[in-house]
């Protein structure tokens, strides 16, 4: 059997926030010591020089709090692949996509995308550039042996 079920809750996310983090705290620090460095010269605080401090601390705040996994906590985001159907939601406004394996005519592997054409000629596609590289590939080896098993072209 080669069901698969991800949920993004856990570790499949695509991992930036250790960066995040730090170019947060950049900018913290950028704010806080032009702010000492003005004082300690014994410049003027006037509006027009606490502009760039403030810009940069606001800067540092919203990086902060973008690291804090915003995506996958109030909602079910996940993929499920089974003999049957593929079906996932990757985002908080995302509706549930429902793919049934026997209304696909072929599917297309890309880097960072799958590829459904549909047997009404319609495409169906799977961006999974929000996915770590590691979840990504396990879905598209799940993907590519169900449809060797289903006889769906590989192109």
């Given at each position: 059997m080669n069901d698969l079920y991800i949920?993004?809750?856990?570790n499949y996310q695509a991992s930036s926030r250790k960066k995040l983090v730090f170019i947060g705290?950049?900018?913290?620090?950028?704010?806080?010591?032009?702010?000492?460095?003005?004082t300690g010269f014994k410049e003027a605080l006037t509006f027009r020089s606490m502009v760039?401090?403030?810009?940069?601390?606001?800067?540092?705040?919203?990086?902060?709090?973008?690291?804090?996994?915003?995506n996958f906590l109030q909602t079910p985001c996940f993929i499920s692949i089974n003999e049957d159907?593929?079906?996932?939601?990757?985002w908080r406004f995302q509706k549930l996509v429902r793919i049934e394996w026997a209304n696909?005519?072929?599917i297309q592997?890309?880097?960072?995308?799958?590829?459904?054409?549909?047997?009404?000629?319609t495409t169906a596609s799977v961006n999974m550039s929000y996915i770590?590289?590691?979840?990504?590939?396990?879905?598209?080896?799940?993907?590519?042996?169900?449809?060797f098993k289903k006889n769906v072209q590989i192109a």
């Open positions: 949920d993004f809750t856990e705290f950049g900018f913290l620090l950028i704010s806080v010591s032009t702010i000492v460095f003005m760039t401090p403030a810009c940069n601390f606001i800067l540092g705040i919203s990086f902060l709090f973008r690291s804090n996994k915003p159907f593929l079906e996932y939601k990757f696909v005519k072929s592997l890309k880097p960072s995308k799958i590829v459904f054409l549909l047997q009404n000629n770590s590289m590691a979840g990504a590939n396990q879905i598209k080896l799940v993907v590519r042996d169900l449809a």
